[in-house]
């Protein structure tokens, strides 16, 4: 009995190991390779993630920051921007988040 509770318990941990890192390539600070003005941080929220967008205004060229929540679902972050679902993924060739309008490279900060 002993022998089974401890496998069980060693396969729980190990599932609930595996789905906290599902995503984890998204985390972290992100930059526009076309305009160097635009970067992303996605940051994990539980067991969503949240992504801060970090665009110039239009006039002023002062820089804005707007948040959006996402989830990570079949190998892709799904961002939600004002009802319409984004997706987000990463290119496995070059590493670059691809947003389906824009590439981002990661950025290691300090």
């Known amino acids: 009995m002993m022998k089974w509770m401890g496998a069980?318990?060693?396969?729980?941990l190990l599932v609930s190991g595996c789905a906290k890192v599902e995503g984890e390539k998204f985390v972290g600070h992100w930059?526009?390779?076309?305009?160097?003005?635009?970067?992303?941080d996605i940051e994990r929220s539980g067991e969503a993630?949240?992504?801060r967008s970090t665009t110039p205004k239009f006039f002023s060229r002062k820089p804005k920051t707007d948040s959006y929540p996402a989830i990570y679902k079949d190998g892709a972050l799904q961002v939600n921007n004002d009802g319409e679902t984004v997706t987000f993924a990463i290119d496995?060739?070059?590493?670059?988040l691809n947003t389906g309008s824009d590439q981002y490279r990661r950025v290691e900060t300090k």
């Open 92 to 96: 496995e060739a070059n590493g670059q």
């Open 49 to 51: 993630f949240m992504v």
């Open 8 to 12: 069980a318990l060693a396969t729980a």
């Open 31 to 40: 930059v526009n390779v076309q305009t160097q003005d635009e970067a992303m």
